[in-house]
């Protein structure tokens, strides 16, 4: 079992910045994915970064250039790993519910997932 954990979120004006931080825990050693998805009002929930734990990322294109994802961090000692979101240049549009979540080599896709972190931006 993982569990998952981010923070981060809050309100911010248009062009700001945010960091969000996710830390899955538990039995990491066969997660070979780590991603962030959101979901605003009304639309389906989408994927808006991903990385492997070989370093290969993935972004929607709307966010291309301005978030950016951080490798997978991890800590074997505290069986936890870490990835962060850095979101530059925000706007209106990104306003939705940040997920984290985690894929293991054993599972088809995402199979745990966080509370989710609300990310405001304001015109």
């Known amino acids: 079992q993982v569990q998952v954990v981010e923070s981060g979120g809050d309100l911010v004006q248009a062009g700001g910045s945010l960091r969000l931080s996710c830390a899955a825990s538990?039995?990491?050693?066969?997660?070979?994915?780590m991603g962030w998805f959101r979901q605003a009002p009304g639309k389906e929930r989408e994927l808006v970064a991903a990385?492997?734990?070989?370093?290969?990322?993935?972004?929607?294109?709307?966010v291309k250039g301005r978030f950016t994802i951080s490798t997978i961090s991890r800590d074997n000692a505290k069986k936890t790993n870490t990835v962060s979101l850095q979101m530059n240049s925000l706007k209106p549009e990104d306003t939705a519910v940040y997920y984290c979540?985690?894929?293991?080599?054993?599972?088809?896709?995402?199979?745990?997932w966080g509370q989710g972190t609300q990310v405001t931006v304001s015109s």
């Open positions: 538990g039995s990491i050693f066969l997660i070979n994915a």
């Open positions: 990385i492997t734990s070989g370093g290969s990322t993935d972004y929607v294109d709307s």
């Open positions: 979540a985690v894929r293991r080599v054993i599972d088809t896709g995402y199979g745990y």
